[in-house]
């Protein structure tokens, strides 16, 4: 697990900001998204493709949307819980390369998954859709897995935590 749970959420969004009271707060989390790529490049937007259990498993900040004030904050990595590695996660850029083409049956047309910071409002006990923070090439964004569209295979970063680099092997997820 991360630092928060389910039921540490709820606590949140249901006390609101501790210094103005509000009830909008915003949550900074990492999370998995899926990207359509043709020969490399990226031919869709973004698809979000998670759960409840990793979007809360992701969340590193919870701040307040009007006074700012921040009611959470972790600096471990996301995904691996190493110490103060996240901001090493955030200003880095993706260390996996992005395929040009399946690596088994050479097709072009690939999903590219990866671990990438989202922002999503809560007002009270409702999520707005989550937005992602960073496309392909900006820090941040980090893939860990390749689903080929005609063959099916997938090649999968395992060797290594995707957003920090301490090595294998890695904690798991729930969800
Ligand atoms: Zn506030
Ligand atoms: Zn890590
Ligand atoms: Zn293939």
Redesign the pocket.
């Known amino acids: 697990m991360g630092l928060l749970d389910e039921a540490g959420l709820d606590r949140l969004v249901t006390a609101g900001c501790t210094s103005c009271g509000g009830n909008k707060l915003v949550f900074l989390t990492y999370v998995d998204g899926l990207l359509p790529l043709m020969g490399g490049e990226p031919v869709g937007k973004i698809t979000w493709v998670y759960d409840g259990e990793k979007f809360v498993d992701g969340v590193y900040e919870v701040s307040c949307d009007s006074c700012k004030k921040i009611l959470f904050q972790s600096s471990i990595?996301?995904?691996?819980?190493?110490e103060e590695?996240l901001d090493d996660?955030l200003e880095s850029e993706n260390r996996w390369t992005v395929p040009m083409s399946c690596p088994s049956c050479e097709g072009e047309e690939v999903r590219y998954i990866a671990f990438l910071p989202a922002r999503v409002l809560y007002e009270g006990k409702r999520a707005e859709k989550a937005r992602a923070q960073a496309e392909l090439d900006d820090e941040g964004f980090h893939g860990y897995r390749v689903d080929c569209r005609s063959c099916g295979k997938v090649a999968e970063r395992i060797d290594r935590?995707?957003?920090?680099?301490?090595p294998a092997p890695?904690r798991a997820r729930p969800g």
């Open positions: 990595c996301p995904r691996c819980n190493a590695k996660a935590c995707p957003l920090c680099e301490t890695l």
